[in-house]
């Protein structure tokens, strides 16, 4: 148990669908994260919340839209995906995001398949 | 452009032998250094960091080497037992700014197999 839970663990959506990820943490973190796991890629950073405000949008496409109401609670709305977007969704937090050891801590994973 | 590069998909070592993973990293900027592991249906979990003014940071069985100067770093297991199978994955960082300032660059993960 690493204090990051996140719901549904797997998840099926067509691509007309409207669905929510989301992520929850108990380590009284500020920052927050999601990453997406392709096959055999490497992680790729999403989203980064700092305190509730977004500080990094890495060119992620508008189908995906984050929520940060708090800096326990992360959301990732999905709607209108396309079949490559399916991957495993991860969502970590750290004490800040400026500190200097930036220590991430990860959830298990929403494994996202897009039909 | 993959700035941190775990070159070996795949490691297999037996029980009790030094398991050694090596990652790669061109962007000069990094200066600070993490493993994570991975077991199946879990996320990644920390592991042993390492900052770039030491060359090597140890805790119990794990321990991780910085050759700045090559842009390399390894982590070595010893000795490796069956419950270290998992997939490892290095990343780096910048905590001195830089565009890759507070964010986590990972490598693709080495699956590493320890057979009893």
């Known amino acids: ?115 | 452009d993959q700035q941190v590069k775990q070159n070996s998909p795949s490691l297999s070592v037996q029980e009790g032998r030094i398991s050694i993973l090596n990652c790669d990293y061109t962007n000069s900027m990094f200066d600070y250094f993490l493993w994570y592991k991975k077991y199946p249906a879990e996320g990644p979990t920390f592991l042993i960091s390492i900052s770039s003014i030491k060359d090597k940071n140890e805790d119990g069985r794990f321990t991780v080497f910085l050759n700045k100067s090559a842009k390399h770093l390894s982590l070595h297991i010893v000795p490796s037992q069956p419950g270290d199978s998992a997939v490892y994955f290095c990343a780096a960082s910048a905590v001195s700014g830089g565009t890759s300032y507070g964010k986590l660059t990972f490598g693709q993960g080495t699956i590493l197999t320890v057979h009893p």
């Open chain 1, 1 to 115: 148990e690493t204090g990051v839970t996140q719901t549904p663990r797997h998840l099926v959506m067509g691509m007309t669908n409207k669905k929510s990820l989301k992520c929850e943490q108990h380590l009284g973190h500020n920052a927050m994260y999601w990453y997406k796991q392709s096959a055999k890629k490497p992680l790729e950073l999403m989203f980064v919340y700092n305190f509730k405000e977004q500080t990094e949008n890495n060119s992620v496409p508008s189908r995906f839209s984050p929520e940060c109401p708090n800096s326990s609670h992360l959301f990732l709305h999905l709607h209108t995906l396309q079949p490559e977007d399916s991957a495993l969704y991860l969502c970590a937090s750290s004490q800040d995001f400026g500190e200097a050891k930036n220590i991430q801590y990860f959830g298990a994973g929403t494994r996202l398949s897009v039909l």
